[in-house]
């Protein structure tokens, strides 16, 4: 499955950068819903390491797997290269995701989101064709795991990930409200999968993914294809999507 957004080149890159796409959250759905920005900037010998708390979240705004999650003393000298080498990184060109090439490359440092597991929140992945959800799939922080659920809570059998170890998650507390907001971020978007985590007193946004797995997937078993695939729109209505990124 190849992810192709209507929404064009450059909508996708705004909300696809991990830094600007802040601003889309906040005037959508409201800045309770964003971990606290704590820096960004594009000079990583300007991260102010001495100011920070001592768990948080460094990432680069311009890709996937850029990421590294802080907590207590750390190799200050060793992150800074490891944050070089994200930054000369040409995430674009790896696997033809184009939409990444206009974003201007930086560090983004937020809170780190806890809920206290010691492998840190869940990752509620709802893959979403202009404001419906089709599917719910979860992850955690080493993708172990990658099972996943209809709208109801109902396991769907299969998926993208085999070798990953069978589990079944309990419906988050919030679930009803982690619906409706990935419903108001994904309306007016053909497809985009809105990424939430679940902290039992709050839903914290976590990216909009135009292209997951860089559109390589192979779904097994193979009627994944036509159930995403029915949920894809392709007309000719305009997006009214385009006007409502202005506002």
Not at 17 to 36: M, P, S, T
Not at 121 to 131: I, K, M, N, T, V
Request: net charge negative; proline share 4%; glycine share 6%.
């Amino acid at each position: 499955m190849i992810a192709v957004s209507r929404a064009g080149d450059r909508v996708m890159s705004e909300l696809s950068d991990k830094f600007r796409v802040r601003n889309y959250v906040e005037r959508h759905i409201g800045g309770a819903h964003l971990a606290k920005l704590l820096w960004h900037g594009t000079d990583v010998h300007a991260v102010p390491f001495e100011t920070l708390p001592e768990k948080y979240m460094i990432k680069a705004n311009h890709g996937s797997a850029m990421n590294r999650l802080v907590r207590g003393e750390i190799d200050r000298v060793s992150v800074v290269k490891e944050m070089e080498r994200w930054m000369n990184a040409d995430f674009a060109s790896q696997h033809g995701e184009h939409h990444y090439n206009a974003i201007l490359r930086q560090i983004v440092i937020e809170e780190m989101l806890d809920d206290g597991e010691e492998d840190g929140p869940l990752d509620y992945r709802f893959w979403c064709f202009d404001g419906k959800i089709e599917t719910i799939q979860v992850d955690n922080n080493t993708h172990s795991i990658n099972p996943f659920y209809d709208t109801d809570w109902k396991r769907i059998p299969g998926g993208y990930r085999p070798e990953t170890r069978e589990v079944e998650i309990d419906r988050p507390a919030n679930f009803e409200e982690m619906k409706v907001l990935a419903s108001l971020l994904s309306r007016g978007i053909d497809f985009v999968r809105v990424d939430l985590y679940s902290l039992k007193e709050r839903v914290v946004f976590g990216e909009l993914t135009f292209t997951p797995t860089a559109g390589v997937a192979i779904f097994k078993p193979s009627s994944w294809e036509t159930r995403l695939g029915n949920a894809w729109r392709f007309d000719d209505r305009p997006l009214e999507f385009r006007e409502s990124f202005r506002s």
